[in-house]
């Protein structure tokens, strides 16, 4: 691995080392990878009555997310399941983890979340995820997790996931001024690109089961 790296180094300073594994983390080895990729494995578990079983948010945080091991993670996919796609991906994106195009079709769905990073200016963007977003907003529906990339002055991103597979309306409430954002804001789901209305600080999401919402808030 470590010659891999120097070779592809050597050639272009700018070379990937993409390293498709599963099951374990082998850092010894990963350490000579700029990303790897994970989950394959899964693709051949039949899908139970809660698939949200078969991967918990704790084993996400521990082994998928990347950042604890410092190498960046993108979550594969197939149509053999468990999941479906905008499952895995609302999982995925719970944990700012990108989900790698897996068809043809995949890559506009992924476009348009790309576009929504590059409008919001991602990479001045801070990542609030769901387990430390409570100060800024709450929900009403405790199967729904929410994660954020905020940009003061200039909008967030909304990513809520609904862990169970019974449908429900979120209500979210957000604190504009925790985020450091103005009160007058509008919305938008980023893929169906349908507006989200905001109600004073009250944002309100229908989730079908195992479903997410990204959602661009911004400035008028």
Not at 32 to 58: C, M, Y
Request: net charge neutral; charged share 25%.
């Amino acid at each position: 691995m470590r010659r891999i790296y120097t070779i592809v180094k050597k050639r272009n300073p700018n070379g990937q080392v993409n390293v498709h594994q599963s099951t374990c983390m082998v850092i010894p080895t990963l350490a000579f990878a700029t990303s790897h990729w994970n989950v394959e494995r899964l693709q051949s578990i039949k899908r139970p009555e809660s698939p949200g079983e078969v991967l918990p948010l704790d084993a996400f945080r521990a082994e998928f997310m990347g950042r604890n091991w410092g190498v960046p993670a993108e979550l594969l996919w197939y149509p053999s399941g468990p999941f479906q796609r905008r499952e895995a991906v609302g999982l995925a994106l719970l944990h700012d983890v990108p989900v790698r195009p897996n068809r043809m079709e995949d890559v506009a769905v992924s476009a348009s979340m790309w576009r929504a990073f590059d409008e919001l200016g991602r990479h001045e963007a801070q990542w609030i995820p769901y387990w430390d977003s409570a100060k800024f907003v709450r929900c009403d529906q405790e199967t729904v997790k929410v994660s954020l990339y905020n940009r003061p002055r200039r909008g967030f991103i909304l990513v809520a996931f609904n862990l169970v597979q019974e449908k429900c309306r979120a209500r979210l409430t957000i604190d504009f001024s925790a985020l450091g954002q103005p009160e007058t804001l509008s919305a938008r789901e980023v893929v169906s690109e349908a507006p989200v209305s905001i109600a004073g600080n009250i944002l309100e999401l229908e989730l079908n089961g195992l479903d997410d919402a990204m959602v661009l808030v911004q400035p008028h």
